[in-house]
């Protein structure tokens, strides 16, 4: 396995949109990285003790001057700090909240650049872990979303950040979340589990269970903002209510989904414009109204307005 490579494997990223909002659930993961053996640019050569670089990578040094010979190596690291990262400037504070440094994008394989935060044109925002190691690390394991295996990695990895709400922190440090080793939607794996030298995951995949007759999948409230949350129903989610809500997989799978007009079919106020819901987002009296119309089973019609008031009832808005 390549050491120099912030990210080993690129996970699917599952969205859910409710209303005006999205939330990323499933994990990006990755990263695996290297300050390798260029301490600050000084021209400090390898990533490990001087021992050069891996065979084809153009070694510990990212530049291809200062490995010497084709010695693997050790990994994960141990030893001094290939570099020291409080000799590099911290990120900035809108990019993360700490744990990681700027480091010069000369140091940094051209490959991996784009998947790193910016901290100005000419460095990137590095987490220390990696800084300190030159990329050979073993993440720590933690559980992850629904109870599943994950790696500990950290917040200011960009495709890590824009779901940091949807990964709990568990046992991890400060500035770091559990990203799960696998997709908790689909099985497939993150790549969270499979940076360096990490020999990979020892569990099966935890899926997040179905909900809304099975047309609907149970996610962290916590990932979605409070005001669509309200919107979601716990529904048959075999898990605290107060930290799960059910998601119609529709939303899940595609954040620009658009619901099928329809007519509705009402006691009161039939046949006017609708759109189809899943019949799971409409409880109580007023989904006992409603009928099926031209919708699939387990959907309904929801009116656009209220038959009585004729304000609108956002069900055509999202």
Not at 145 to 158: D, F, N, T, V
């Amino acid at each position: 396995m390549r050491r120099w490579a912030f990210f080993v494997k690129s996970a699917r990223a599952a969205s859910i949109c409710v209303g005006a909002g999205a939330l990323v659930l499933a994990c990006s993961c990755g990263d695996d990285e290297e300050a390798d053996g260029n301490s600050g640019g000084s021209g400090a050569s390898s990533t490990t003790e001087g021992s050069g670089g891996e065979p084809g990578t153009g070694g510990g040094d990212p530049t291809g001057t200062g490995g010497t010979g084709n010695v693997e190596p050790e990994c994960p690291h141990t030893g001094d700090d290939v570099l020291d990262p409080t000799t590099l400037p911290v990120c900035p504070v809108e990019l993360c909240g700490g744990g990681a440094r700027c480091l010069p994008t000369s140091l940094i394989p051209p490959d991996f650049l784009d998947q790193l935060a910016d901290c100005d044109p000419d460095h990137k925002c590095v987490p220390d872990e990696f800084i300190k190691t030159g990329g050979d690390f073993i993440p720590t394991t933690c559980t992850s979303i629904a109870g599943g295996e994950g790696r500990c990695l950290s917040e200011c990895l960009p495709e890590l950040q824009a779901q940091v709400d949807s990964l709990p922190p568990d046992i991890c440090p400060e500035f770091q979340r559990c990203a799960p080793c696998f997709d908790p939607v689909t099985a497939e794996e993150t790549g969270a589990c499979s940076l360096s030298c990490d020999p990979g995951p020892t569990t099966r995949p935890v899926l997040l269970p179905d909900c809304c007759n099975g047309i609907g999948t149970c996610v962290p409230k916590a990932s979605i903002p409070p005001e669509q949350a309200e919107q979601l129903p716990p529904d048959s989610c075999p898990m605290d209510a107060n930290d799960y809500v059910c998601a119609p997989d529709v939303f899940v799978s595609d954040p620009n989904y658009m619901p099928e007009p329809c007519e509705t079919e009402i006691i009161i106020g039939g046949g006017e414009p609708g759109v189809c819901l899943p019949a799971c987002l409409i409880t109580g009296f007023q989904g006992s109204l409603l009928g099926q119309s031209t919708c699939d089973d387990d959907w309904k019609c929801a009116p656009c307005d209220d038959p009585l008031t004729g304000e609108p009832t956002g069900a055509c808005d999202l």
